[in-house]
């Protein structure tokens, strides 16, 4: 609160009229409620869970699907990554040191 006034910020509730600069018992109080009801959630999500966990849903982020959006692609892509590849890495040219081109017999 003090920094609140030290900065001059002035916060408002959205329901009802109350300036909560005005007194620290107002909000001390909004946030002890926001805090309960926080607390109130989480056991609420939890509560939740454990019912369906219990009913034997499989909880948690699912798995991806056997088959994915492009896999009919897949040919045309690692055609792609591979072109790509032989662009960017070029092995060195190997000259034949010590040989003509030339034979002589």
């Not at 009801?37 to 699907?65: C, H, N, V």
């Amino acid at each position: 609160m003090k920094a609140q006034k030290q900065k001059r910020i002035n916060l408002y509730s959205v329901k009802g009229a109350w300036r909560l600069d005005q007194s620290k018992i107002i909000a001390l109080a909004f946030s002890l409620a926001a805090e309960i009801e926080r607390d109130l959630i989480s056991q609420r999500t939890k509560e939740a869970l454990r019912f369906k966990k219990a009913q034997g849903m499989k909880l948690g982020r699912p798995t991806a699907p056997a088959k994915r959006k492009l896999d009919p692609y897949r040919p045309e892509i690692e055609n792609l990554l591979a072109m790509a590849l032989r662009k960017i890495y070029r092995p060195p040219l190997r000259h034949n040191r010590g040989q003509s081109s030339q034979s002589t017999d």
